[in-house]
């Protein structure tokens, strides 16, 4: 309770410093400084988010009740992180907070393959982006259990067994043909080429082959391939963007940078892309049974096997997508 009202009392402190009109602005400024300053003083090691737990570990303390959120959402937060932990002795694990987000770190090799490899960290709290995007129910958010080993069962049965990569190999091949002819098309009179966009647009349509058993053109201004890059651009946008409503929970119904929206938008679009792929799929005929050795994309395997695995066309899109 102590330590719930030294990380609150300051915000009821500032309407009633602004409200007492016997004080200058310079002095209910300062004593808002000072205010502060002393809080900071007080926070234990990782900052606000671990004041009702008190940890061992070494970190940064922040700002009062944003904690390290600027600096996480600065263009260079890696480099942030190596410097402390190197600053504090704190390279094998680091706690700080995000927001109201307790964090720990780790810059050791050692002890990262140890997390990464642990059972206990095997679920990935959805952020907001996440769950709107559908994520929550594929493979990468969803949490360990049946679901999740299902998805990790045929997944790998369809990508990478032997076969598959054998029978796969032509359509690779033909990808990385019309690559190299990009790359030889861009090429400028000295010689520079531009490889980001044809290794990306190469990378996105092989996944496509192997998903959906289909490629895309992405030269165009319209059409099917220029709308599928634009959806896996935001995408990888909202996905990678630091949400404030995910570390400040009060402010999340405000949406100040706008996350909801666009993902409501785009998930609407991946419905209706994805949704339209699956029914064609459907229409064909061409699903195989779960273990069936007979050729088909992604989409087959998961046609095949949705009434074993009792997987909803909205699994199945969130899987694909």
Not at 253 to 273: A, H, I, T, Y
């Amino acid at each position: 309770m102590a330590s719930m009202m030294d990380s609150t009392w300051w915000m009821l402190a500032i309407p009633l410093s602004f409200t007492s009109s016997p004080l200058s602005l310079t002095t209910q400024f300062l004593i808002l400084f000072l205010a502060f300053v002393a809080l900071a003083l007080f926070f234990p090691p990782g900052g606000l988010a671990w004041s009702l737990r008190r940890s061992p570990l070494r970190g940064p303390a922040g700002i009062p009740l944003f904690g390290c959120l600027p600096v996480m959402a600065s263009a260079t937060p890696h480099r942030w992180l190596s410097a402390t932990a190197r600053s504090l002795s704190a390279l094998d694990v680091m706690s700080f907070s995000v927001g109201l987000t307790r964090v720990v770190v780790s810059s050791s090799p050692e002890t990262a393959r140890e997390i990464l490899c642990s059972p206990a960290f095997a679920d990935r709290p959805p952020k907001e982006s996440a769950y709107e995007l559908l994520f929550h129910r594929a493979m990468g958010f969803a949490p360990y259990g049946d679901y999740w080993r299902n998805l990790r069962r045929i997944a790998a049965s369809h990508f990478f067994s032997r076969r598959r990569i054998e029978a796969a190999a032509g359509g690779r091949r033909a990808i990385g043909e019309k690559m190299v002819a990009e790359v030889l098309a861009s090429t400028g009179a000295n010689g520079d080429v531009k490889l980001r966009r044809i290794l990306h647009l190469g990378s996105l349509n092989h996944v496509m082959w192997t998903v959906f058993g289909r490629t895309f053109e992405f030269s165009g201004s319209s059409g099917e391939g220029r709308r599928l890059a634009e959806m896996v651009e935001e995408g990888y946008e909202l996905l990678g963007v630091l949400n404030w409503g995910d570390h400040l929970p009060f402010l999340r119904w405000l949406d100040l940078q706008g996350v909801r929206r666009r993902c409501q938008k785009l998930v609407s679009q991946v419905n209706e892309f994805v949704g339209k792929i699956i029914e064609e799929h459907r229409d064909k005929g061409r699903t195989m049974k779960s273990g069936d050795e007979d050729d088909g994309d992604f989409v087959d395997a998961l046609l095949g096997s949705q009434e074993e695995n009792r997987l909803t066309d909205s699994d199945m899109i969130a899987v694909l997508w």
